[in-house]
Nanobody, 115 residues
Framework: QVQLVESGGGLVQPGGSLSLACAAS????????MSWYRQAPGKQRELVAVITAGGATNYADTVKGRFTVSRDNAKNTVHLQMNSLQPEDTAVYYCNVQRLGLHYWGQGTRVTVSS
């Protein structure tokens, strides 16, 4: 079955950096686009970044130029490098894949940006 396991969250000061990882299993990883979403307290889940099977990327305007999504097909892992973090980036970050019409989610990893 599809499994997505996020890691790398934590507490960071404004202006700092964090790198998130999502280890995927249960499907042919290299054939699927992967996405990162986030959900801040009291807000709806929002799309942050996408990387296609071919490696093309797209970002929400709010993170463009600060976040970078990448994938390692040899390790079935997708990464999210987050730089210049701001308090408004505080959220639980989720890895996502859509397969056969279904969305699959990891358990999420919490990122807190605070001084």
């Amino acid at each position: 079955q599809v499994q997505l396991v996020e890691s790398g969250g934590g507490l960071v000061q404004p202006g700092g950096s964090l790198s998130l990882a999502c280890a995927a299993s249960g499907f042919p990883f290299s054939s699927y686009g992967m996405s990162w979403y986030r959900q801040a307290p009291g807000k709806q889940r929002e799309l942050v970044a996408v990387i296609t099977a071919g490696g093309a990327t797209n970002y929400a305007d709010t993170v463009k130029g600060r976040f970078t999504v990448s994938r390692d097909n040899a390790k079935n892992t997708v990464h999210l490098q987050m730089n210049s973090l701001q308090p408004e980036d505080t959220a639980v970050y989720y890895c996502n894949v859509q397969r056969l019409g279904l969305h699959y989610w990891g358990q999420g990893t919490r990122v807190t940006v605070s001084s």
